[in-house]
T-cell receptor, first 112, second 112 residues
Framework: DAKTTQPTSMDCAEGRAANLPCNHS???????VYWYRQIHSQGPQYIIH???NNETNEMASLIITEDRKSSTLILPHATLRDTAVYYC?????????????FGTGTLLAVQP | NAGVTQTPKFQVLKTGQSMTLQCAQD?????MYWYRQDPGMGLRLIYY???????DKGEVPNGYNVSRLNKREFSLRLESAAPSQTSVYFC???????????FGPGTRLTVL
């Protein structure tokens, strides 16, 4: 499985956009990029995923570079409740061997 | 819908004791998973069940056994607990193997 690299921590002002980067330079053509977050002591929560195209849902936007070696998760208007550890994960689509491999993630601290 | 439920929420064991962690989901999901999370680390997959009647090892299966009792329930058993198994255990489920995973609230286990 491709590995990901994320900053250990980031700060963001409340109401501003939070841009969380992720490098996955060894990603293969059939590997998806997934984002989950974990608010303190809770189970992780799915945010968004994509393969090649940019994706948007009610929670966030996912921007994947054309060469697919990096991506950015965007929370358009961060709130204090968005303070969490954000995990960028790549997984192979299809088959019984694909699994989520969690790294240590980015701790996003939203400041009032 | 309760989503994914786990029991117990907290447990303290002595070395050598056995116990079973229970997990149930009410979303009619096919796939279920057990993860462990140690302090400051991401989640690591212990076992998974891609569909009812099947189970497979994940990254860290040693010292654990699982049972997919039915479509709803997936239990994790520690036959002889060791201090190295002190961790937070999360159960998750997904509709299909490639779909987003929904996590339970976790079980905090301490082995003395």
């Amino acid at each position: 499985d491709a590995k990901t690299t994320q900053p250990t921590s980031m700060d963001c002002a409340e109401g501003r956009a939070a841009n969380l980067p992720c490098n996955h330079s060894t990603i293969s053509g059939n590997e998806y990029v997934y984002w989950y977050r974990q608010i303190h002591s809770q189970g992780p929560q799915y945010i968004i995923h994509g393969l090649k195209n940019n994706e948007t849902n009610e929670m966030a936007s996912l921007i994947i570079t054309e060469d697919r070696k990096s991506s950015t998760l965007i929370l358009p208007h961060a709130t204090l409740r968005d303070t969490a550890v954000y995990y960028c994960i790549v997984r192979v689509g299809g088959g019984a061997t694909n699994k989520l491999i969690f790294g240590t993630g980015t701790l996003l601290a939203v400041q009032p | 819908n309760a989503g994914v439920t786990q029991t117990p929420k907290f447990q303290v064991l002595k070395t050598g004791q056995s116990m079973t962690l229970q997990c149930a989901q009410d979303m009619n999901h096919n796939s279920m998973y057990w993860y462990r999370q140690d302090p400051g680390m991401g989640l690591r997959l212990i076992y998974y069940s891609a569909s009812e009647g099947t189970t497979d090892k994940g990254e860290v299966p040693n010292g654990y056994n699982v049972s997919r009792l039915n479509k709803r329930e997936f239990s994790l058993r520690l036959e002889s607990a060791a201090p190295s198994q002190t961790s937070v255990y999360f159960c998750a489920s997904s509709e299909g193997w490639e779909d987003e995973q929904f996590f339970g609230p976790g079980t905090r286990l301490t082995v003395l």
